[in-house]
């Protein structure tokens, strides 16, 4: 499975976002395209990634805007994972398989990103 991986980038999301709720922290979309990882990525599959958790029910705060110049991924200031979300990262046997292949030194980067948009 390579990073760039729909179930991979998928994790990652999800995961953040889960480190974020239990922050106290509300992630910009710089921040999610950032320490997840995602700045890596065409423009056009990240955006596709956070729509898609957000069309499955996984995450709250994530709108689409139609333009004539083509669409618009908007991460609002009240983007949060839902309860949905923290299932799917829990139950999904393929979100546990990308989570050993991860390993814990991904867990342990996503968690310092977290704390460091933390206030002093």
């Known amino acids: 499975m390579a990073y760039d991986d729909m179930e991979v980038m998928t994790y990652r999301i999800l995961k953040y976002l889960d480190e974020c709720l239990k922050a106290g922290k509300t992630p910009t979309k710089e921040d999610i395209l950032r ?3 995602l700045y890596k990525l065409p423009e056009r599959y990240a955006d596709s990634l956070l729509e898609e958790v957000s069309d499955n029910g996984y995450v709250r ?5 139609s333009t004539k110049d083509g669409d618009l991924v908007i991460v609002q200031d009240n983007i949060r994972i839902t ?6 990262l829990v139950e999904n046997s393929r ?12 867990e342990i980067a996503i968690e310092t990103a977290v ?3 933390l206030p002093g």
């Open 35 to 37: 320490d997840c990882q």
């Open 95 to 106: 979100m546990q398989e990308v989570k050993s292949m991860l390993g814990r030194a991904f």
């Open 83 to 88: 309860l949905a979300g923290r299932e799917y």
């Open 115 to 117: 704390k460091a948009l």
């Open 61 to 65: 705060g994530i709108s689409k805007l």
